[in-house]
Each structure stands twice: as structure tokens, then as C-alpha cells.
């Protein structure tokens, strides 16, 4: 079994500051039972101006990450609402 390594992108803790902290718990668990055990299984990739991108999807929100090799590198964490024009202005 491959764990993968979890790399967070720096503006990480501006994203999560105004979810609260129960959905922060939730999101967290999540990303690491997951994304760092099987990030294929549980992901679902993105199309478009995101492709090569995922999304794990964790009640109203969504974890937008990639990988690369054995690191997973999430990008994003938001709301379903905004969190996908806010992934492509990060990215670009």
C-alpha cells in the first residue's frame, strides 16, 4: 500500500480561516484517510481549464488537489459556490 505525501499550497490558511472548525475537522480527516491512502479512488477529475486537477468532495465543500508522483498537492479548499473560479486564478 502507497500513503502519499501531503503537500499543502501556502495560502492554505487563508482558505480555511472562515470554515468552522467542525467542517475544518471534517475536511481534515478526510483529506488524510483519503487523498493521503488513495487519492484515484476518492478523487474525480476535473475537466476543462482544470484538467490534470481533482476535486474530493466533502459535504458543501471541495478539496481541489493534483498529484505528482507519491505527493498530493492541494491547491484549494473552498465552498462549492466559488471554489472553482478561485482554484483557476491560484493556478494561472
Avoid at 481534515?28 to 484538467?51: F, K, M
Avoid at 471554489?83 to 494561472?92: A, F, L, P, Q, T
Amino acid at each position: 500500500m502507497t500513503v502519499f505525501q501531503l503537500v499543502y499550497h501556502h495560502d492554505i490558511p487563508r482558505d480555511i480561516v472562515s470554515i468552522p472548525r467542525n467542517i475544518r475537522d471534517i475536511i481534515r480527516h478526510a483529506i488524510e484517510t483519503r487523498l493521503a491512502v488513495d487519492p484515484l479512488h476518492y478523487g474525480v477529475p476535473l475537466r476543462r481549464s482544470l484538467q490534470g486537477y481533482r476535486k474530493l468532495r466533502v459535504g458543501d465543500y471541495r478539496v481541489i488537489y493534483r498529484i505528482s508522483g507519491a505527493t498530493v498537492i492541494v491547491l484549494m479548499i473552498g465552498q462549492r459556490k466559488d471554489v472553482y473560479s478561485r482554484v483557476e486564478k491560484r493556478i494561472s
